[in-house]
């Protein structure tokens, strides 16, 4: 059984911590009546065990629940020795979907609201020297629409495009022993004209601080401050300037020091913008090759068996041709963002909306703090070129998306990290956005680059929702097009499903092809009519493996590829107008 014992946050690591996960006890409450049974008691005992980091539905967790978990809880004896509690004690969670409350001893110690981003409970007043049981209740219901949940189904089995659903812990579990006077965050911004890492610290208490950096195990610089408290700003100047770039990674490892604190977190140098209709890293424009990853595992479902399955994926993509993926419907572990830092391999960081009923004003509080929450925790990591907090915001119950909910959200997106474009909302319906992207499943090449190139030669994008196409649904006049760089950011997703019979549950987008000569014409003539339109900076083809009934993947849901990788290669990553 694999336990996931490697650090879980690569960025900001420190060597005094206890990873925890394992086995648990466990039992599954939809009635959610423990609390008043007394399951939070020190005391108490649990009816089944679980392996954790792996949700219920998983088979990995041992107990293969598909039906819908409302209430679970979980419950864990860790014995901490005297010398770990001579500071600070705080017990993170990488992810818990969707509510849970924390209890320390029987004692409640904290609660959390967000299924998807890491946080972490100071419990340093609940522990003791010795024996010590930590129990958690979760809450959840994926057919609740203020609660967020990707692709997460509504229904009781997996249908189209939705898969089977995640509750409860799904992320390591972790105890971190810091002294009273620590560390409590890092920013960082690069100045790569003057090669000077600049991080924004925030800290508690008083002492000297020093950050160090270190490129290939040489040092390359250091900053100092004495007696320093409360926010602080380093700038380090490197002697020897590397830039992240595609496929390399370039990584500086930095030591941060404080009194007896230290944390151990790594940085990338790199510059991105937009200007006119390319997208420019570090100021040379590169085609964005992106294909859609959703981030799912046939026996983990939300998490990863192992580690390595992580970057496995990464490396799936890129020997295809693709230099980036879109996270899409899903905020994805840390450790997988860390391998995109090592590879160089560019991500768009994205929200798991659907599920949230974004016609409604207060939506903004189902999604705003945890976005928020999403943004501080990965805005370092140089591999994210940009933030996505909605896709497809279509109709719900014949009444269309508050607008202001989906501008406000991008407004504070862009107060926060002024650094990256933002799209609004994928696809649509766009209301305040850097980037107009389109999704755009047309099967026929010929079509398709007739749509496109009139944005080529005359300026004009076609509007998929203009009459006659949007068919009576009253999506005309939703989203206009202000002359904003244009990313086609889902095609494709031509179904390949050798074997299976047409009426199955199986599916994909368009017309089925014939065989595989078929598929990679057809995929040859769309690829290539973006790739030659010096308009389009970029584009996301749909998908990088099947997911359970999707049958869209270029790999299989096991991982296997359905095509020549040198092919699809020679296909993807052939010159783009816009690099000319």
């Known amino acids: 059984m694999a336990l996931r014992t490697e650090h879980p946050k690569p960025q900001f690591r420190r060597e005094t911590w206890m990873n925890l996960n394992g086995t648990w006890e466990f039992e599954i409450d939809n009635s959610r009546s423990g609390l008043a049974r007394g399951l939070n008691r020190e005391d108490a005992a649990l009816s089944e065990s679980i392996e954790v980091p792996f949700c219920p539905e998983s088979r990995l967790s041992g107990i293969e629940y598909k039906d819908f978990i409302l209430g679970a809880w979980y419950r864990k004896e860790v014995t901490i020795p005297e010398t770990a509690l001579r ?88 105890l971190e022993f810091t002294p009273d006077v620590c560390i409590k965050s890092a920013n960082y911004r690069a100045d790569i004209e003057n090669g000077i890492i600049i991080a924004d610290i925030s800290l508690e208490g008083t002492a000297d601080l020093k950050i160090q950096a270190f490129f290939g195990g040489r040092k390359a610089g250091e900053a100092n401050a004495a007696n320093a408290s409360g926010n602080i700003t380093l700038a380090v100047t490197l002697s020897e300037v590397h830039l992240w770039d595609i496929g390399r990674g370039c990584l500086y490892d930095l030591v ?24 420019l890293l570090n100021g040379r424009p590169v085609f964005q090759r992106l294909i859609l990853d959703q981030g799912f595992y046939p026996d983990g479902i939300y998490t990863a068996p192992d580690d390595a399955d992580l970057a496995a994926d990464i490396d799936l993509a890129m020997d295809m041709g693709f230099n980036g993926a879109r996270a899409h419907e899903k905020i994805f572990e840390e450790r997988w963002l860390y391998y995109c830092d090592m590879k160089g391999y560019m991500v768009w960081g994205e929200y798991p909306n659907w599920g949230l009923d974004h016609s409604r004003s207060d939506a903004i509080y189902s999604i705003l703090p945890e976005w928020i929450e999403e943004i501080a925790r990965d805005r370092n990591h140089p591999c994210i070129i940009g933030w996505c907090p909605f896709n497809e915001t279509w109709n719900k119950c014949r009444r269309p998306q508050y607008d202001d909910l989906i501008r406000q959200v991008y407004r504070v997106t862009k107060a926060i990290d002024p650094s990256r ?28 680059r007739r749509r496109y190139d009139l944005l080529a030669t005359e300026g004009q994008l076609y509007e998929i929702f203009d009459p006659p196409q949007s068919q009576g649904h009253c999506y005309e006049e939703r989203q206009h097009y202000e002359g904003q760089p244009v990313f086609i950011s889902e095609f494709g997703g031509i179904r390949w499903a050798p074997g299976e019979k047409k009426d199955s549950k199986s599916w994909g987008y368009g017309k089925d092809v014939h065989d595989a000569e078929d598929f990679i014409n057809r995929f040859d003539g769309l690829t290539k009519a973006l790739l030659d339109n010096k308009k389009i900076f970029g584009f996301c083809y749909t998908q990088l493996t099947d997911v359970e009934q999707e049958q869209n993947g270029l790999y299989t849901y096991q991982r296997k590829p359905k095509f020549d990788i040198e092919q699809i290669r020679n296909l993807v990553a052939r010159k783009a107008a816009i690099e000319e």
Not at 94 to 100: H, K, L, P, Q, S
Not at 153 to 168: L, N
Not at 256 to 279: E, H, P, Q, T, W
Not at 428 to 440: C, R, W
């Open 87 to 174: 500071g600070r004690t705080v017990l993170h969670f990488g992810a818990v979907d969707y509510e849970c409350i924390v209890y320390i001893n029987g004692k409640e110690a904290g609660f959390h609201k967000g299924g998807y981003v890491s946080f972490g409970l100071d419990i340093t007043g609940y522990v003791r020297s010795g024996k010590n049981i930590i129990t958690v209740f979760v809450r959840d219901d994926t057919r609740d629409g203020m609660i967020p949940s990707g692709k997460q189904c509504q229904e009781y089995a997996s249908k189209g495009c939705y898969y089977t659903r995640t509750t409860g812990i799904w992320q390591t579990v972790w």
């Open 256 to 279: 941060l020091s404080f009194g007896d604190d230290k944390v151990y977190s790594y940085y990338g140098l790199r510059s991105i913008c937009m200007k006119n209709s390319a997208f």
């Open 421 to 448: 474009p933002c799209i609004d909302t994928s696809g649509f319906f766009h209301v305040e956005t850097d980037i107009y992207d389109v999704h755009d499943y047309e099967q026929d090449p010929e079509e398709f």
